[in-house]
C-alpha cells in the first residue's frame, strides 16, 4: 500500500506536465498521411501533382489607369490583353504609347532614334574659331587687292612720331653710381687706391651690415670722399666698389 500512493503521485505529475513542441514540425515531418502518400506516389510513379490554387483574374483598381474607380480600362483586365489582339500587336501598341510619352516629353519634338543605319550628323562650324590657316576659306574673303587698300587705309589714319632726345638728367646732391660704372675701367677685386688700417676686412664686413643694399653702401661710399677715401670702413680691398658693389651690370648693359 505504500508504493501505490508515490505511483499514483508520478502518474498525476506526467498528466499535468506541458507538452513539448516537436522540433521537426515545419519542415515537412508533420505532413498528413494523405500528403505524404500522394507524395510518394508521385516521386514512385512520375505522377504529376495537383496544380497550386489559380491566381486570382479579379482586375485591379483602374484609377491608376486613368479610369473611375471600379472601371477596366478599354480592351478588358488589366492582367489580360484586349481580346483578338497578337502579341506582335501588342508590342506595336507598347511602342506607339512609349513613343508618344517621350514625344510629350521632348515639348512636342520628335526623339532621335539612335540606329547604326542613321548618318553622321552634318558638323557645323563654330563661330568662336577662327580659320585663319584654312587656306580656301581664307581666299574667299580676302585678295591681294583687298589687303593692298586695307593697309593703306591704315597708313592714312597712322600717326608717326619722331622720337626725340631724353630729357638731361636732373642734379641733385647724391653721387650717380650709373655714371661712376662708366667712368671705369677696371674689374671688382682690382687694387686702385690704397687703405691702411687693422682688421679691414672685419670692419667693413660689420659697416656693410648697416646698408639695405650694397648701391645704397657705394652712394655713401662715395659722399664720404670715396674712392680716393674710405672714412666709413666699406672698401678694404681698395678697388673703388664699397660692400660687394659691381659696376660689370652698368657696362653690359650699355654695351647692349
Same mark, same amino acid.
Given at each position: ?6 505511483? #499514483? ?17 515545419? !519542415? ?50 488589366? #492582367? ?29 519634338? !520628335? ?12 558638323? !557645323? ?56 660704372? #662708366? ?48 672714412? #666709413? ?24
Amino acid at each position: 500500500m505504500r508504493l501505490i500512493y508515490p505511483i #499514483l503521485a508520478l502518474g498525476l505529475l506526467a498528466a499535468c506536465a506541458p507538452q513539448v513542441p516537436d522540433s521537426g514540425r515545419g !519542415v515537412g515531418f508533420d505532413d498528413p498521411a494523405s500528403l505524404r502518400a500522394e507524395r510518394d506516389a508521385a516521386l514512385t510513379t512520375g505522377t504529376p501533382l495537383a496544380p497550386p490554387a489559380a491566381i486570382s483574374s479579379e482586375p485591379l483598381d483602374a484609377t491608376a489607369q486613368g479610369g473611375a474607380p471600379g472601371e477596366l480600362p478599354p480592351g478588358g483586365s488589366i #492582367l489580360e490583353p484586349p481580346p483578338g489582339t497578337s502579341p506582335g500587336d501588342e508590342d506595336a501598341a507598347i511602342a506607339a504609347e512609349a513613343a508618344a510619352a517621350l514625344a510629350a516629353a521632348n515639348s512636342g519634338e !520628335v526623339p532621335l532614334q539612335a540606329s547604326p543605319s542613321n548618318p553622321a550628323p552634318a558638323a !557645323v562650324n563654330s563661330f568662336g574659331i577662327s580659320n585663319e590657316n584654312d587656306f580656301s576659306a581664307v581666299s574667299e574673303r580676302r585678295s591681294i587687292e583687298s589687303d593692298a587698300e586695307r593697309i593703306a587705309r591704315i597708313r592714312q589714319v597712322r600717326t608717326e612720331v619722331a622720337p626725340t632726345a631724353l630729357p638731361p638728367r636732373p642734379e641733385d646732391a647724391s653721387p650717380n653710381i650709373v655714371n661712376y660704372a #662708366l667712368s671705369t675701367s677696371h674689374p671688382k677685386g682690382t687694387r686702385v687706391h690704397s687703405r691702411s688700417g687693422i682688421n679691414l676686412v672685419a670692419r667693413a664686413q660689420r659697416n656693410c651690415a648697416k646698408y639695405a643694399s650694397p648701391d645704397q653702401a657705394q652712394i655713401a661710399f662715395l659722399e664720404r670722399g670715396g674712392p680716393d677715401r674710405d672714412r #666709413l670702413g666699406l672698401d678694404p680691398d681698395g678697388d673703388g666698389y664699397a660692400c660687394a658693389w659691381d659696376p660689370a651690370p652698368f657696362r653690359r648693359a650699355v654695351r647692349h
